[in-house]
């Protein structure tokens, strides 16, 4: 189980927070049109291969535990593409990075887009509940109807629904397994300290 905690003094460039000390949710583009390309990458990280999608403007998707059979036929090959999304990736899982800074156009409902909106206000470091994070949705909603949005996120790690537990501090699922869950929680809970002012 993983407690629920705030972490005081954290750099406000690590917070990004706005009037009050609330963090800012990041904003998202508009997703890509059915007939615009899609582009793709592999990298490596310490949770497995991160399948990495997007088009010219954004990223759209990261899978987790990814193969060459996740790689939609007419996606277009980018080796050396998101090179902004590797550097910071890099960056996170080195522990040097705890807020990403990506233009994001993930596909889903309005709802689900708000859902995910409130993933970006959860710290680095800490997680809070379905039901605190149902709070923070616009207009506040349902912990399960959360919790199923929380599931469908495509873009885990940029978008921390890692961080969501439940209410009694219990892991609960995650697209990539729980135990990749537990090691970015664990990874975060380590490398906090040196992100303090």
């Known amino acids: 189980m993983y407690q629920q905690d705030s972490i005081p003094g954290l750099c406000a460039e690590a917070q990004s927070a706005g009037p009050g000390g609330t963090r800012v949710p990041v904003e998202f583009r508009t997703p890509p049109a059915p007939s615009t390309p899609l582009h793709y990458r592999f990298l490596d990280s310490p949770v497995g291969a991160l399948l990495l999608v997007g088009d010219a403007t954004a990223l759209t998707r990261i899978q987790l535990g990814a193969t060459a059979q996740d790689v939609a036929p007419e996606w277009l090959p ?16 080195e522990g040097k990075l705890t807020r ?18 409130a993933l970006s206000t959860v710290p680095y470091g800490q997680t809070t509940s379905y039901g605190v994070l149902a709070g923070r949705v616009d207009p506040p909603t349902g912990a399960r109807a959360v919790g199923l ?5 495509p873009l885990p790690i940029v978008l921390p629904c890692h961080r969501i537990v439940g209410a009694d501090g219990a892991l609960t699922g995650y697209s990539g397994g729980i135990s990749i869950k537990e090691w970015l929680l ?12």
């Open 78 to 93: 980018a080796p050396c593409g998101f090179s902004s999304t590797t550097e910071q990736l890099v960056a996170y899982f």
């Open 100 to 117: 990403f800074d990506l233009p994001l156009a993930p596909e889903g409902t309005p709802f689900q887009r708000r859902v995910w909106r």
């Open 149 to 153: 949005a929380n599931g469908r996120n």
């Open 186 to 197: 664990r990874h975060e809970r380590d490398n906090r300290s040196s992100h303090r002012c």
